[in-house]
C-alpha cells in the first residue's frame, strides 16, 4: 500500500561505533555515530545500550540529547559497550509537518476547488495558469523581484521606460558613462552659465573672432587697465600676455622670450630672461651660459657680486676667469674656495663630516695585493694620563695609593689614521711607592691596541731615564701589548722584567713610541 509522508524502511536498526576507548571513571558524556557519522537517536528508549554485558535502562542509568549520551555513573575503565539505534517506526495518525513534496503528488490532484479562492485557474495537469482577473497587484510582487530581464526591450517610442516613469532629478551625473555627453547632445540654442566653467568665468566676457596671435583672444573683466591680451604689438612678436598698462607680461618677442614686470620690450639679442620690476634676476642666453642677478650669461654659471647681493658659488673660465675657474665666495666677493687644478681653502678648515670617510689616495697606489687602504680618515691629537699599574692583585707593579710628583703624569699623542705616536713622562713620588712582583706596566694609553696573533703592536723607546740605575746597561724594552691599552717592559730574554727589579722606583721614565690602534 501507498504511505503518506516518507516511506518507513522496516529493519533499519544501526550498531553505534565503539566508545569504551573513552572510559576512564570519570568520563560521563560521549559522541554517538556510526561509521564515523555523528547519529541523534529519537529518545533514549530509541537505542539499547549495553556496558559491561549489563542493559542500561534508559531514562535512568542514560539520557540522550541530539547526539550526545550523558551515563548517570561514569563507566568504569575497560568495561566493554554495545549499543544499538532502533529503527524509525510507522506513525499513520499523523503526518509531520513539510514532509510530502509535490513528488508525490499525482497529475490533476489540484484542482481549482482545492483553493479557498475561486479567483485562480489550473489545467487538466494541476497547474496554475492566471488569476480570474488576469492581472497581479502591487500586492502580490515581492520588493526587488523586477528585474530589467524583466522590462521588455524598446520597439517604438511608447513601449520600455519612458521619461514620464523617471521622477524629476531622478538620473544623477554617477549614472551617466564617462563621456556619454558629447557636444551633440548639447543644443545649440542652450546658453552655458559661465559659473558653470572652471575657471570661473561668471564675472568675465570670453571673446572668439580670429586666430591666435593676431588679436584674437581677448580676456576682459570690463575696466580700461586690468586686460590681459593674445596681441601682435609689432612686427616680430608672435605672443603677448600683458596687462594694457604694459605690465607684468610674458613676451616672445623676435627670438626673445621674457617674463618680465616691466614696460621694456627692446631687447632682441636671443636671451631669455627673467626680470622682476625692471631687474633682470637669470639670464640664459643662446650659448646655454647662465647668470644669475645678472644680465650677463657666463661663462657657464655666474653670479654677480657685490655687497648686497649673495653669493654662493661663481664657475668661470676663459680670458674673464683664468682657465677653468671655479671659486665659492661670501656676499661680499671675498673667495673662501677656489679649484684651479688645485683645491685652495682661503680660510677655514677641509672638515670630513661623515665617519668612515678622508682623503682618498688610491690614485698613487703601489703597494701590490697586499694593500688593503688607502684613505686618511682620522687625525687627532690630545693628551692623556700615563700611570703604573697598582692596585691589591699580584698582577700589579706598585701598591695601591701611589703617588706622583708634579708633572710626574704627562702624555701626549698624535693619531693618523690607525697609527698612534706617543710620548710619556711618569715621576712617581718616594711616599707611599712599594714596589711589587708583578710585571713593570704603564697603563692608561689614549687608544686599544689592535689584537694580532702572536705579534704585539707598538713598542717604545727611552728619552730619558734613571729609574734603572746609571750603571745599568740591559735596560727594559718597553712593549704595547696587543688588545690592550698598556706599556709592558721585558728584558732581553723575553722575561718579564718586575716592579721589584726597577732599582729607582722614584725616579722619572721618559718614553716615546707609536702602535697599531684598533
Known amino acids: 500500500?501507498?504511505?503518506?509522508?516518507?516511506?518507513?524502511?522496516?529493519?533499519?536498526?544501526?550498531?553505534?561505533?565503539?566508545?569504551?576507548?573513552?572510559?576512564?571513571?570519570?568520563?560521563?558524556?560521549?559522541?554517538?555515530?556510526?561509521?564515523?557519522?555523528?547519529?541523534?537517536?529519537?529518545t533514549a528508549n530509541n537505542i539499547l545500550v549495553n556496558i559491561g554485558g549489563v542493559i542500561q535502562n534508559p531514562g535512568t542509568d542514560y539520557t540522550i540529547a541530539a547526539s550526545t549520551i550523558t551515563f548517570t555513573t561514569a563507566p568504569a575503565s575497560g568495561l566493554s559497550f554495545f549499543a544499538i539505534i532502533l529503527g524509525a517506526g510507522i506513525n499513520t495518525a499523523t503526518v509531520a509537518d513539510d514532509t510530502i513534496g509535490p513528488s508525490k503528488l499525482i497529475n490533476t490532484a489540484v484542482t481549482a476547488g482545492s483553493y479557498?479562492?475561486?479567483?485562480?485557474?489550473?489545467?487538466?495537469?494541476?497547474?496554475?495558469?492566471?488569476?480570474?482577473?488576469?492581472?497581479?497587484?502591487?500586492?502580490?510582487?515581492?520588493?526587488?523581484?523586477?528585474?530589467?530581464?524583466?522590462?521588455?526591450?524598446?520597439?517604438?517610442?511608447?513601449?520600455?521606460?519612458?521619461?514620464?516613469?523617471?521622477?524629476?532629478?531622478?538620473?544623477?551625473?554617477?549614472?551617466?558613462?564617462?563621456?556619454?555627453?558629447?557636444?551633440?547632445?548639447?543644443?545649440?540654442?542652450?546658453?552655458?552659465?559661465?559659473?558653470?566653467?572652471?575657471?570661473?568665468?561668471?564675472?568675465?566676457?570670453?571673446?572668439?573672432?580670429?586666430?591666435?596671435?593676431?588679436?584674437?583672444?581677448?580676456?576682459?573683466?570690463?575696466?580700461?587697465?586690468?586686460?590681459?591680451?593674445?596681441?601682435?604689438?609689432?612686427?616680430?612678436?608672435?605672443?603677448?600676455?600683458?596687462?594694457?598698462?604694459?605690465?607684468?607680461?610674458?613676451?616672445?618677442?623676435?627670438?626673445?622670450?621674457?617674463?618680465?614686470?616691466?614696460?621694456?620690450?627692446?631687447?632682441?639679442?636671443?636671451?631669455?630672461?627673467?626680470?622682476?620690476?625692471?631687474?633682470?634676476?637669470?639670464?640664459?642666453?643662446?650659448?646655454?651660459?647662465?647668470?644669475?642677478?645678472?644680465?650677463?650669461?657666463?661663462?657657464?654659471?655666474?653670479?654677480?657680486?657685490?655687497?648686497?647681493?649673495?653669493?654662493?658659488?661663481?664657475?668661470?673660465?676663459?680670458?674673464?676667469?683664468?682657465?677653468?675657474?671655479?671659486?665659492?665666495?661670501?656676499?661680499?666677493?671675498?673667495?673662501?674656495?677656489?679649484?684651479?687644478?688645485?683645491?685652495?681653502?682661503?680660510?677655514?678648515?677641509?672638515?670630513?663630516?661623515?665617519?668612515?670617510?678622508?682623503?682618498?689616495?688610491?690614485?698613487?697606489?703601489?703597494?701590490?695585493?697586499?694593500?688593503?687602504?688607502e684613505l686618511l680618515d682620522d687625525y687627532e691629537e690630545g693628551t692623556w694620563t700615563p700611570a703604573y699599574n697598582a692596585g691589591s692583585s699580584a698582577s700589579a707593579c706598585f701598591a695601591a695609593g701611589i703617588s706622583y710628583n708634579t708633572g710626574g703624569q704627562t702624555g701626549f699623542y698624535t693619531k693618523i689614521g690607525n697609527i698612534v705616536y706617543f710620548r710619556l713622562n711618569i715621576d712617581a713620588a718616594s711616599s707611599g711607592l712599594v714596589a711589587k712582583s708583578g710585571i713593570l706596566q704603564i697603563n692608561s694609553l689614549p687608544y686599544t691596541a689592535v689584537s694580532q696573533s702572536h705579534v704585539n703592536s707598538g713598542g717604545a723607546f727611552y728619552q730619558f731615564t734613571s729609574a734603572f740605575g746609571t750603571g745599568s746597561a740591559n735596560r727594559p724594552t718597553p712593549v704595547v701589548i696587543q688588545g690592550t691599552s698598556n706599556i709592558q717592559f721585558y728584558n732581553q730574554n723575553g722575561s718579564a722584567f718586575a716592579g721589584t727589579d726597577l732599582s729607582g722606583p722614584q725616579q722619572p721614565i721618559q718614553l716615546a713610541g707609536f702602535y697599531e690602534a684598533a
Open 116 to 373: 479557498t479562492t475561486a479567483d485562480i485557474t489550473v489545467d487538466a495537469q494541476g497547474r496554475i495558469t492566471a488569476a480570474a482577473s488576469g492581472s497581479i497587484s502591487n500586492a502580490e510582487i515581492a520588493n526587488n523581484a523586477v528585474t530589467t530581464a524583466k522590462i521588455a526591450d524598446s520597439t517604438g517610442s511608447s513601449d520600455g521606460v519612458t521619461t514620464a516613469k523617471l521622477a524629476t532629478d531622478a538620473v544623477t551625473a554617477a549614472k551617466l558613462a564617462d563621456n556619454a555627453v558629447v557636444n551633440a547632445s548639447v543644443d545649440a540654442s542652450a546658453a552655458i552659465a559661465g559659473s558653470k566653467i572652471s575657471p570661473d568665468f561668471g564675472s568675465q566676457n570670453v571673446v572668439t573672432t580670429g586666430t591666435l596671435g593676431s588679436g584674437a583672444l581677448s580676456v576682459n573683466t570690463g575696466t580700461s587697465n586690468t586686460c590681459a591680451t593674445f596681441t601682435s604689438t609689432d612686427a616680430g612678436a608672435v605672443v603677448n600676455i600683458t596687462d594694457n598698462s604694459a605690465r607684468s607680461s610674458i613676451e616672445q618677442n623676435g627670438t626673445d622670450l621674457k617674463i618680465i614686470s616691466d614696460t621694456d620690450a627692446s631687447d632682441a639679442d636671443s636671451t631669455i630672461k627673467f626680470q622682476v620690476d625692471a631687474s633682470t634676476k637669470m639670464t640664459i642666453d643662446s650659448s646655454g651660459n647662465v647668470g644669475i642677478g645678472t644680465t650677463s650669461a657666463g661663462p657657464k654659471l655666474h653670479a654677480a657680486s657685490g655687497s648686497d647681493t649673495v653669493v654662493g658659488a661663481r664657475i668661470t673660465g676663459g680670458a674673464s676667469g683664468g682657465t677653468d675657474i671655479a671659486d665659492f665666495r661670501t656676499n661680499n666677493g671675498t673667495i673662501r674656495m677656489k679649484i684651479n687644478n688645485d683645491v685652495t681653502v682661503s680660510t677655514g678648515n677641509l672638515v670630513i663630516g661623515t665617519a668612515g670617510k678622508g682623503i682618498d689616495f688610491s690614485a698613487t697606489a703601489n703597494g701590490g695585493s697586499t694593500t688593503t687602504s
Open 1 to 42: 500500500m501507498a504511505y503518506i509522508g516518507a516511506e518507513p524502511l522496516p529493519g533499519q536498526n544501526r550498531e553505534v561505533d565503539d566508545i569504551s576507548s573513552g572510559f576512564n571513571g570519570n568520563a560521563t558524556a560521549f559522541t554517538l555515530q556510526v561509521n564515523g557519522l555523528n547519529v541523534s537517536p529519537e
